[in-house]
């Protein structure tokens, strides 16, 4: 089992709110993703990081934004949601080194936008 | 560019008997290769993976996988299955550049629904 948290597993918020997604690992992983998943779809990388203070966007184009202030943290945000944003977003850590090494997934959040 | 392909939205298969997911690749040079598993409302499981070496690996819950490289295939097998494997199961390719733009990233398949009847 991969250490990887994520919460809120569910949220229902109103259009225009500040959300933020949150994700810990205690694997110590320097690289952690963000995925966005449609139900019954494939997934869509839309932020990642190599490590403490890097940040990158992804495949798919997403209004969020993230940070990673500590290793083990990688929190999404949402500044103003939108019924467009529901869906729902997985977080996962690898290690460094070899591509070889396996993505760990979190539980996800669904986030639905009312 | 790396892509993988899922040719099977859906796969039926009665329970105890042996099931198949396909799975085909496009990527420069040697993939590594993934299978996860996705159960209603969790994350991804994983499943098993092809580094190097033997074309067959075994993976969680008896599952297996035949790497296939002139085909660049990588089919996910199961000689007898149960109806608890029934869930959403992708396929998943990551090039060997660990570093630069592409992270080493995984390319997922669309995703492919068995349903294991009794």
């Known amino acids: 089992e991969a250490d990887i948290y994520q919460t809120p597993r569910y949220l229902v918020i109103g259009t225009g709110k500040k959300i933020t997604l949150e994700c810990s690992q205690t694997m110590g992983h320097d690289k952690m993703y963000w995925y966005q998943q449609d139900p019954g779809m494939e997934l869509h990388l839309i932020h990642y990081s190599y490590g403490v203070n890097s940040t990158e966007k992804g495949d798919l184009s997403s209004e969020s934004t993230v940070s990673r202030i500590r290793t083990e943290h990688f929190p999404l945000t949402l500044e103003s949601a939108r019924p467009s944003h529901t869906s729902q977003y997985l977080c996962?850590?690898?290690?460094?080194?070899?591509?070889?090494?396996?993505?760990?997934f979190g539980e996800g959040s669904w986030l639905t936008v009312v | 560019a790396q892509s993988v392909a899922q040719p099977e939205d859906q796969v039926n298969v009665a329970e105890g008997n042996p099931l198949t997911v396909k799975c085909t690749y496009s990527?420069?040079?040697?993939?590594?290769l993934f299978w996860y598993v996705q159960y209603p409302n969790r994350g991804l499981q994983f499943l098993l993976k092809y580094i190097t070496g033997d074309n067959l690996v075994k993976g969680s819950y008896g599952f297996e996988a035949e790497f296939n490289k002139s085909q660049t295939s990588f089919h996910l097998k199961k000689p007898s299955a149960l109806v608890s494997d029934s869930a959403l199961y992708f396929c998943a390719v990551r090039d060997r550049a660990g570093r630069g733009s592409t992270l080493g990233r995984l390319y997922f398949g669309r995703g492919t629904q068995l349903t294991v009847w009794p």
């Open positions: 990527v420069s040079g040697n993939p590594y």
């Open positions: 996962a850590s690898s290690e460094s080194g070899s591509s070889g090494n396996t993505i760990y």
